[in-house]
Each structure stands twice: as C-alpha cells, then as structure tokens.
C-alpha cells in the first residue's frame, strides 16, 4: 500500500509543537505509520540534511525564520513539497520567536553584536514571508484537534 511521503521541521522556536507531535504519535503510532513514510524528522530518526530529501507529499514546517541557512532549507522544502503546513505561532505569525523585532531601540542596539556573531536577522520572521504555505495549525504549542483534522485532510488526499 502507497504511503504519503511525510517531513517536519523545526527552525527558530521552542519546539513545542514537535513535542505535541510525538505524543500524538503514542496514541496513534500504528495508525499512522501505516499510512505515512517520514522521509525527513530529525525528531524520530537522524534524517541527515534536508537539503538532500527529494519528493515529499507533505512537509510540516515549525518555528520561524531568523537566518539565512533556514531560508535557503525553507525554499527547498517548498520546492520539493507538494504541500506545506505551519505548524504553530511562530511558523503561522513569527510569535513569539520574533518579540525582539519589538525592541526598542536600545535594546535592539545592546542586541546587534550578538545577532551579527551568529548570522542572525535583524528580524525573525514567519515561513510565510517566505514561501507560500497550503495550510496552517495554529497554537503555541500547537491545537492537537486541528493537526489531527489537517493531517487527516492530507491522508485523504493522497488516500492512504
């Protein structure tokens, strides 16, 4: 049987989402892995660079973006993904991984040395300033009903 070819990701938050993610996957773990292949979710297994996966069904995508090394990974996933789903705040609105784009001006200031050590941004962005996105599950942590509902869309689809 045909198995929708499935990948997550985490970039800049606090990884709350993933968490939710595999507790959901105690519960439904037989169900699931018979319909879905994780060809990419460095949570489950050591998936190795993303940049290498090719042909994905669905791609979910956590955290925002804050450097260029996850915009350049960001672009591929779209690229290589027939859909794409944010998953949680900061993925759908940059929340709240992007509370220094609100600083103040001294503080942001203070800030600088640090972000340009790291190659970070000025500003952390959401993955729709970047690529378009086919569904959203908001929450932080994410709204568990409404990524069983998503991924049960996306089951459909692909009829698995």
Known sequence: MPKMRTGWITFTC???ST?????LLNKNF??????????????????????KVRDVDVFFVEGAISTE???????HIRSISKYVVAIGACACTGMPSSQRNF????????????????CLFSEVQPITKFIKV?????GCPMDEKAFVRTLGKYFGIFKV
């Open 19 to 23: 968490i939710v993610f595999l507790e």
């Open 69 to 75: 090394d996850e915009k350049r990974k960001l672009e």
């Open 103 to 118: 600083f103040d001006e001294r503080t942001k200031s203070e800030i600088t040395p640090r972000l340009e050590k790291f």
């Open 134 to 138: 086919d569904d959203m599950v908001m």
């Open 14 to 16: 606090s990884e709350d």
């Open 30 to 51: 037989f169900d699931w892995s018979e319909r879905m292949e994780f060809v990419y979710c460095n949570a489950l297994k050591k998936s190795g660079d993303v940049l």
